[in-house]
């Protein structure tokens, strides 16, 4: 049971470049997340799906794109990566709508901007 | 806009202490949910309460919803090393959104 896998876990990048963080599960699950950590403010959505072609903005959504076209499958995109982007980035996936789901999180992908 | 408010920030206890962590939201909840992020680890979930004045027990953990759906505790009996991490409460309103708290970092001291 691979679960949610994220892709890459540790990213170095240049300011102004573009960076794509892969999510992939293996549930089938309905609704996916993107969730960003830094220290004193906890997680903060940034995008989240409700299935396949269906995306909508978090509170955190400026300078970044999602997409979904296959179900199992959530890029999240920073066009032009800026040093405040520089965070741990969590994918999440639950099987129920709204917000009476368990979350289930990826293990996480380290992004450092120079 | 919506907050969701969690103190301590951190805690540092003796081994066999108690510990606790609040959580409190401007806006009533349509439920609560709690999660444990080990150091260096991912979010993983606890357990959810959606009742009004809802309490829940997990052992050695004790979670309570308020009656007013705008707060919430995790209690801690009797620490351990294992119980080591970030707890973080998530109020949802209804939408597909989680707002999680800021966490509290637990340090249990041997």
């Known amino acids: 049971d691979a679960g949610i896998t994220q892709s890459p876990r540790y990213k170095i990048t240049e300011t102004g470049r573009q960076v794509t963080l892969m999510c992939h599960q293996t549930?089938?699950?309905?609704?996916m997340f993107w969730y960003r950590q830094d220290l004193g403010h906890g997680l903060r959505l940034i995008y989240y799906?409700?299935?396949?072609?269906?995306?909508d903005k978090g509170e955190v959504s400026d300078g970044y794109v999602v997409s979904r076209s296959k179900t199992e499958n959530f890029p999240l995109t920073l066009e032009s990566a800026t040093r405040s982007q520089t965070s741990v980035y969590f994918c999440?996936?639950?099987?129920?709508?709204?917000?009476?789901?368990?979350?289930?999180f990826g293990e996480g992908s380290r992004l450092t901007v120079l | 806009g919506q907050q969701v408010m969690q103190i301590p920030q951190y805690q540092h206890v003796q081994e066999g202490e108690d510990f606790t962590t609040y959580c409190n939201s401007s806006?009533?909840?349509?439920?609560i949910q709690w999660y444990k992020q080990r150091p260096g680890g991912h979010p993983v979930f606890l357990i959810q309460?959606?009742?009004?004045?809802e309490v829940k027990k997990q052992k050695r953990l004790t979670f309570q919803f308020g009656e007013a759906k705008k707060n919430s505790s995790l209690h801690i009996t009797a620490t351990q090393t294992t119980d080591v991490g970030t707890y973080f409460c998530?109020?949802?309103?209804?939408?597909?959104?989680?707002?999680f708290g800021t966490g509290t970092r637990l340090t249990v001291i041997p």
């Open positions: 999440a996936s639950t099987g129920r709508g709204g917000t009476t789901g368990e979350l289930f």
């Open positions: 549930w089938s699950h309905s609704y």
């Open positions: 799906s409700a299935a396949a072609d269906i995306t």
């Open positions: 806006t009533t909840l349509s439920n």
């Open positions: 309460l959606v009742k009004s004045g």
């Open positions: 998530a109020g949802g309103t209804g939408a597909n959104n989680l707002f």
